[in-house]
């Protein structure tokens, strides 16, 4: 009687494994290049924006630590919300310059759909972030602020439940929240890209295009843009 | 504080009045942001037109068989 080799079921942790790397192969992952056309300063605005963020947040944090008392009336305090308030507007600055670059370059192009959708939900999602921060200031600006939006929330309904005149709910939102929400979409942001790679200008991609219609067989794009620089 | 100090420490521009606006027909715009769309549009333009440093150097470096190598 023979017994046939049964190989054992795995384990969610191999089937994540798996997936993961299937999805991201490291070397897709952590490039140690990027194709030539990348070399414009167009493409440098969404990394410009996540080093944005990361200013934000380490400013965030030690305002956090220190609290209203002390970003008010010291020195060193004014200086960090005064770092934390510019990172923000440069933030939204270089953001808005990614979101210009990326619709007239039509950057869903080539099955990277997901990649416009989680960025313009990052986009969304930063606008209330701001919103509670400037409320959540502990002065008259965050008081004339909060009475002013209070009223928009109003109007479309919201504000049982985001309430701008509520500091405790309005600083859980801007610390906890949202940056939460905004760190975990960049990253599925960023991790679309590499899967998906940075979107070619339009003109390569026609030439692809074309290139693919005359040999079916030619899975290589035209000179230059696949080849990577260091 | 003294006037020298409070004059040091003051705005750059004198912020002690309403803010000027901009009006067109339902479109109400403060100068400030006015100013910083100006400055995002023509960011943008120059990101488009400025060329990239090094960029030539490694295009010309590809054209020459340098290129694929990472």
Known sequence: MSVTPT?????WTVKVREKGVEALPPDKLLPDGQPTYVASWIYVFGVASIASLIVIIGSGCILALKG????????????????HLWSVELFFFVMVVHLWGKYWMAAWRGGRGRVWVTGAITFLVAVPC???GYVSQQNFDAQWIST????????????AFFNLTNFGQM???????LPIAIVLLVSLHVLLVRRNGVVPPIELEEKLTAMRATSPDAQHPPAGAGEVQS | MNSLGAAVLGAVFNL?????????????????NVVVIGLMLIVFVLAILLPFPGAASREAARRGGGGGAP
Not at chain 1, 7 to 11: A, L
Not at chain 2, 16 to 32: G, M, Q, R
């Open chain 1, 7 to 11: 190989t054992p079921p795995k384990s």
């Open chain 1, 68 to 83: 209203p008392a002390w970003w008010h009336e010291t020195g060193v305090g004014h200086f960090f919300n005064s770092i």
């Open chain 1, 130 to 132: 701001a919103l509670t």
């Open chain 1, 148 to 159: 002013q939006a209070k009223d928009a929330m109003n109007s479309v309904g919201v504000g």
């Open chain 1, 171 to 177: 600083y859980s939102y801007h610390i906890l929240l």
């Open chain 2, 16 to 32: 002690n009045h309403p803010a000027h606006t901009v009006d067109w027909s339902f479109i109400h715009l403060s100068v400030a």
